[in-house]
């Protein structure tokens, strides 16, 4: 069985001054969202997007998910927690943040940078859809530093079971790293290759809808299972039940551009 290797969360510290490993992979999300959404904005000009726009879209995003993402822990999660520690709402930096949250406060930030630029909410989701992932595969490298999110109890047979020790010295899936792979890596090469040539509008967007909440449907299976609001276990887990209407909205949204795929292919 392969143990965890327990990283230090600090990558770099210089005397007071510390930079954290959680920190760094948000850095390279937002990097890897610079890089792509200005190369994507130069390619498919029928986005109505420049490469300055990019930049614009990276600040408001930047603020829905951290401001979203946060939230979303608080009250999604760990209610009881924070309302019995509320000065650790601030302590983002400890990690703790949840996508669904983050995901509902970039589609706010999207719609007011939208409106204040004239551009419909679903030209703008359309745009920046294939350009989350990779930021979602380091955020869930960054939960694998950190130690947090491990898996289910796993049999000792499975080649890449996981002991972590800070837990207990049962064999578990790495689930961070699935969901690194999947929800990452995997999202990201189908909806680059989905986007790479004009679709109808709100496609690019539900495919987006339905493989994440595909993909994070099933990995919540290999994830140790949430306790709840106030300590109540689910079944089906949190992830999961916010999941579920991501890929009820995501398939509505496909289904709805079927005529409209017709007169883009003419």
Request: charged letters at 15%; aromatic letters at 16%.
């Amino acid at each position: 069985m392969l143990i965890h290797p327990q990283f230090d969360p600090v990558a770099v510290s210089i005397g007071p001054l510390a930079v954290r490993w959680y920190g760094l992979m948000y850095l390279a999300g937002f990097l890897a969202f610079l890089w792509l959404g200005k190369r994507r904005a130069l390619s498919q000009p029928w986005h109505g997007m420049s490469p300055m726009d990019v930049d614009d879209l990276l600040f408001y995003g930047v603020l829905g998910v951290i401001l979203g993402g946060r939230l979303g822990q608080v009250i999604f999660y760990e209610p009881g927690y924070y309302l019995s520690h509320p000065a650790d709402i601030l302590a983002i930096w400890k990690g703790g943040m949840s996508f669904h949250g983050g995901f509902l406060g970039v589609l706010v930030a999207m719609a007011v940078w939208g409106r204040k630029q004239g551009k419909t909410f679903f030209q703008v989701t359309d745009f920046i859809a294939p350009l989350v992932p990779l930021g979602l595969m380091a955020g869930r490298i960054g939960n694998f530093i950190n130690g947090e999110l491990w898996g289910r109890v796993a049999s000792p047979d499975l080649p890449w079971a996981m002991v972590f020790p800070y837990v207990d010295m049962q064999p578990r899936h790495p689930s961070p790293l699935y969901q690194a792979a999947g929800e990452g890596l995997l999202l990201f090469v189908l909806l680059w290759w989905f986007s790479s040539r004009q679709r109808p509008a709100r496609a690019v967007s539900g495919m987006f809808l339905v493989g994440y909440g595909t993909l994070r449907f099933l990995a919540e299976f290999f994830r140790e299972p949430d306790h709840g609001v106030f300590g109540v276990s689910y079944v089906v887990s949190m992830g999961q039940w916010l999941s579920l209407p991501m890929i009820v909205v995501g398939a509505w949204l496909l289904w709805s551009t079927r005529k409209s795929a017709l007169v883009v292919r003419r």
